[in-house]
């Protein structure tokens, strides 16, 4: 439980700072990107992940058949999470534009990364 509070901070972290940073970066260029959708997919990200470690941190306390299936169980809900987003994002809403497109890849990109991360740091010190 103290892993994931502490990495449930560093994702609330990671999104102040993909907030701040989208925030500078709309304000100094001329992209018409609304700053609520930065804040609606960071959010959902966010939850996402949360969700995800949750998932992932529960196992490590499972017995060793336990944890190798609820990591893969978490890698894949997040996955199918992601992939529902998206569906909703580009799909439902219509937010096709090129820049929300970017948008939405780089955030995606930097949660799968510090996902990755936090995965292969706590694989590292624990074996399945």
């Not at 609520?36 to 998932?55: E, G, S």
């Not at 948008?103 to 995606?108: E, T, V």
């Not at 990755?116 to 074996?127: G, Y």
């Amino acid at each position: 439980m103290k892993d994931f509070t502490k990495y449930s901070v560093v994702i609330v972290l990671i999104s102040l700072l993909l907030l701040v940073a989208g925030f500078v970066i709309l304000k100094t260029t001329d992209l018409n990107i609304p700053f609520t959708d930065l804040v609606i997919l960071v959010f959902f990200f966010a939850v996402i992940n949360l969700a995800a470690l949750a998932v992932f941190f529960r196992g490590q306390s499972r017995e060793p058949a336990s944890q190798t299936l609820h990591s893969l169980f978490s890698v894949s809900i997040k996955f199918l999470l992601e992939l529902f987003l998206i569906l909703i994002w580009l799909i439902v809403l219509k937010k096709t534009a090129a820049a929300l497109v970017i948008m939405f890849f780089l955030i995606y990109l930097a949660f799968s990364i510090f996902l990755l991360i936090v995965i292969l740091i706590t694989l590292k010190n624990r074996s399945l």
